[in-house]
């Protein structure tokens, strides 16, 4: 019997906490914090945009991780045309070391070193696997519709040890871009990883872009998956990050939920299009 993600509905809404937002650029790096009201030794987690995404594009995401009690940076680098896919990493790390050692509001907001992670979207998410990689801080991570990087996050996955939450997509076929193979990088990831497909999402159905990124084709986005993808966040984080055993299901890699198709071991070998005799060593 396969595990459940419970109340996916419920963490798919906003949570109890009063939500701040600060600049992360008094720092010295760029970007938006995100944290509940106050709370000590909270979970954090460093979130990576998409290409070509300015990091208003989440706003809604990273303010409900936050309403969850989980703190939240979001560095504004990379935002042009080339961007570089290593340098952006390096921007999460130096994110993560933030969210670690500043308090935050009126000092009565800190996050614990224990319990941080890394996420991100598209480009973003590649750059997460990316910061992943011997990575001693980190605890978790998600990477949601991963976009191919250089380099690559593919051979990156080989040599991710930390437990690691993919999110495909349902149906890619209007992807404009080369949108990176997903289920391929989950099938290479050196830990314990969890496949997890929200019903008709894709990479372009996340990001919260407005009317005139839609207008020109460059976004379709998609209310419901968007939630979808919010509950899987902080369920997955809850767990890993805060130790919440009530979410231990999040963990797991067969686990069934409302709109959300899970796929591992034969399933997971089908959806990223490999042979039964493969193996990440091979590809």
Known sequence: MSAKLKKLPDLSKRGPYRVLEGDLGY?????????????????????????????????????????????????????????????????????LQILAGVKMGNGNITVSPGKLGVAGHGMGAGAAVLASVGNTKAKAVAAIYPAHTAPSSLDAARNVYLPGMVIGPDDDSNAIFDAGNPAKLAYNWAGDVVYRVPKKGNQRSFSEDGFAQRFIGLSNSNRKVQNSIRGLLVGYFLHKLAGERSYSGYGEADASGKGVESFSGEKLVKRAGLARDDSPLAL
Not at 31 to 40: C, I, K
Not at 67 to 81: H, K, M, N
């Open 27 to 95: 720092t010295g790096l760029p970007g938006t914090v995100y944290a509940p009201a106050e709370g000590r030794d909270l979970p954090g987690v460093a979130f990576g945009h998409d290409w070509m995404k300015p990091v208003t594009a989440y706003t809604t995401t990273l303010r409900h991780l936050a309403s969850w009690g989980i703190v939240v940076a979001a560095p504004s680098t990379e935002t042009g045309f080339n961007a570089d896919h290593a340098g952006f990493a390096a921007d999460l790390e130096t994110s």
